[in-house]
């Protein structure tokens, strides 16, 4: 619903001064602007409103909206798809309809505008059930007068805005469909709940002595190891994880510097084919740089880890020095590894043995540093370490890299719920965790 307001005793006297406020409905609440606003669009006197693709809610501009409660919607809305002009025709409707056969009598009908379903998505009730309707200038002067927007471009790292609004698009699929199918998702779910207890149970959580790191201790051991490792040695890792920040940040502004002040900028607003090359455009460039730093902060941790199993103390800068003395294999190893898990991965059928080979190779930093090995060396070394544990190291290598990229989103989407600043604010927030 979008409705235009005139403070006037009549319609010519409305006519002749013209409006002075333009109201958008968007889910429980809406958005209003004076006529006179910069961020309305007028193209004559008619004002030009932008529909959310896949929702009913209504903007005042091309962007992707973000809602944070009920009154503008749990998630985003997205108006930069919106292409389609549709002109509206005016139409003067009756305050009641004279009787059940008249013209427009719809308007008082006080059902669903569709069928009931036992999910979320049941049909709405008319307009004669809604206060706009009833009570237009007391509902617009409850709305809005601006709508929150997720910054255009690629933040450092995961975008907080387009995590959470792929998060609760997600989570609302998931929570209408154990709607639908009660039974299913409580089976599932059990079995997952199930699934946790039973590797708890299962694994040895005792003794807790990270002495010698070269053992193969079980599950609970190197959760409870880890623990002790980082508490005795908390100032080398702290550094370790510092200086990591700057070699990450290199990868990132290279990707800024390439999709904000070069000619590749404007394809990301287009679709089709433009918009998969700038996909894989970024992929490569964010993707490798951030890959490339995780690698080489792989290889510090695993310089410091073997000198404290040596009983030697080492610094977090000595470590970054051996570890850049061997760029060229741990280069040569992690291209050939992305290589092939692309070559994998686009044949989509290919994507199981993708991931198979990943995990075959994720070990290739540790053993190119600690046993001086080349880049084919380390790779085949590290798939000798993984043969017979590979569903060991794929459980590690997942939390791990859950945990690497969901820590800094999730800090955002928690500032962004309890705090008013600004999505650029918390999109840096996020980013050097």
């Known amino acids: 619903m979008a409705q235009v307001d005139f403070d006037a005793r009549g319609p010519a006297e409305a006519l002749r001064k013209g409006p002075y406020e333009v109201d958008l409905s968007q889910h429980a609440g809406g958005e209003r602007s004076d006529w006179t606003d910069t961020k309305l669009h007028r193209q004559g006197t008619h004002p030009v409103l932008y529909v959310a ?44 309809p004279s009787s059940a056969s008249a013209p427009y009598a719809w308007l008082a009908f006080q059902g669903r505008w569709g069928q009931h379903e036992r999910g979320i998505n049941n049909g709405p009730t008319g307009p004669g059930e809604k206060p706009q309707w009833f009570a237009p200038i007391e509902w617009a002067d409850a709305l809005r007068t601006t709508s929150v927007e997720v910054p255009s471009g690629r933040a450092f790292g995961l975008s907080v805005g387009n995590f959470f609004c792929g998060a609760v698009a997600r989570g609302a699929i998931m929570l209408n469909w154990s709607l639908i199918h009660p039974v299913p998702f409580v089976v599932l779910l059990l079995l997952v709940l199930v699934g946790l207890l039973a590797a708890v149970a299962v694994t040895t959580w005792r003794p807790a002595d990270p002495h010698h790191l070269r053992m193969r201790p079980q599950g609970g051991q190197i959760f409870r190891a880890t623990t002790r490792v980082y508490a005795e040695h908390l100032p080398t890792f702290a550094a370790a994880g510092a200086i990591f920040l700057p070699v990450y940040l290199l990868a990132a502004s290279i990707q800024w510097v390439l999709f904000h002040l070069t000619s590749v900028a404007p394809l990301i607003a287009l679709d089709g084919r433009h918009g998969a090359v700038t996909a894989v455009l970024a992929v490569l460039v964010g993707g490798v740089g951030g890959l490339f730093a995780s690698v080489i902060a792989t290889a510090t941790i695993a310089v410091i880890l073997n000198e404290i199993d040596g009983g030697r103390r080492i610094l977090a800068g000595q470590a970054y020095r051996r570890v850049f003395r061997r760029l060229r294999p741990l280069a040569g190893g992690m291209l050939t590894e992305i290589i092939m898990v692309f070559l994998l991965t686009i044949t989509v059928v290919g994507i199981p043995f993708a991931v198979h080979r990943f995990i075959r190779w994720s070990l290739f930093a540790q053993a190119s540093m600690l046993d001086d090995l080349s880049s084919t060396e380390s790779l085949r070394q590290s798939s000798e370490l993984v043969r017979g544990h590979w569903w060991r190291t794929f459980g590690f290598t997942v939390l791990v890299d859950v945990l690497a990229v969901l820590s800094g989103p999730l800090l955002g989407v928690a500032l962004l719920l309890l705090t008013d600043h600004s999505l650029n604010f918390i999109n840096l927030a996020g980013a050097p965790v």
Do not use: K, M, W
């Open 53 to 96: 693709t896949g929702s009913h809610a209504n903007y005042f501009d091309s962007a992707l909206h973000l809602g944070r409660g009920a009154s503008e919607g749990f998630g985003c809305d997205d108006t930069r798809t919106a292409t389609q002009r549709l002109q509206p025709q005016t139409v003067l409707l009756p305050d009641i």
